[in-house]
């Protein structure tokens, strides 16, 4: 019941205080993400470095709690990180959420982590991976575009 809590309190701290949700001036790279089965719409903005560092990040867009908290802990977990080391990071959170994760890999995921009961609840696991979705393709493809969790 206590791990519940932790949840709900992270939850709604990144619902209604997120640090990272506004428009990113000049971002070198952004990636639309939409979630058309409940309307969850991200727009994932990064500032990449010549050597490959994620600078700075943000999202805007709407949708439920699950996908705006989870976008926000995101980028407080990449912000900072080469590439490769975000990628890694999304492959954890994937992984998690596919309830085969580590508890040395839960811990790099810090409050991210919070989400892992997320893989019990279908409904709500493409809402959980939106930002990690639009974030592997801002990666992929700097080129911009658009990604759906229907793809899965």
């Given at each position: 019941?206590?791990?519940?809590?932790?949840?709900?309190?992270?939850?709604?701290?990144?619902?209604?205080?997120p640090?990272?949700?506004?428009p990113?001036i000049?971002?070198?790279?952004?990636?639309?993400?939409?979630?058309?089965?409940?309307?969850?719409?991200v727009?994932?903005q990064?500032?990449?470095?010549?050597d490959?560092v994620?600078?700075?990040?943000?999202?805007i867009?709407?949708?439920?709690?699950?996908?705006?908290?989870?976008?926000?802990?995101?980028?407080?977990?990449?912000?900072?990180?080469?590439?490769e080391e975000?990628v890694?990071?999304?492959?954890?959170f994937?992984?998690m959420i596919?309830?085969?994760?580590?508890?040395e890999?839960?811990?790099?995921?810090?409050?991210a982590?919070?989400?892992?009961?997320?893989?019990?609840?279908?409904?709500?696991?493409?809402?959980?991976?939106?930002g990690?979705?639009t974030?592997?393709?801002?990666?992929?493809?700097?080129d911009?575009?658009?990604?759906s969790?229907?793809?899965?």
């Amino acid at each position: 019941m206590q791990y519940r809590t932790f949840y709900n309190e992270i939850l709604t701290e990144h619902n209604l205080h997120p640090e990272h949700k506004h428009p990113l001036i000049e971002p070198t790279a952004s990636q639309r993400g939409v979630n058309p089965s409940c309307g969850d719409d991200v727009t994932l903005q990064l500032k990449l470095s010549e050597d490959g560092v994620i600078e700075d990040g943000s999202f805007i867009g709407d949708g439920c709690a699950i996908s705006q908290a989870s976008a926000d802990m995101m980028l407080n977990l990449v912000i900072g990180k080469t590439t490769e080391e975000a990628v890694k990071l999304k492959d954890v959170f994937m992984k998690m959420i596919k309830g085969k994760v580590s508890e040395e890999e839960l811990e790099m995921l810090e409050e991210a982590s919070s989400l892992q009961d997320i893989s019990h609840m279908p409904a709500r696991v493409k809402c959980a991976v939106l930002g990690w979705r639009t974030l592997e393709q801002i990666l992929q493809n700097r080129d911009g575009g658009e990604v759906s969790t229907e793809q899965e």
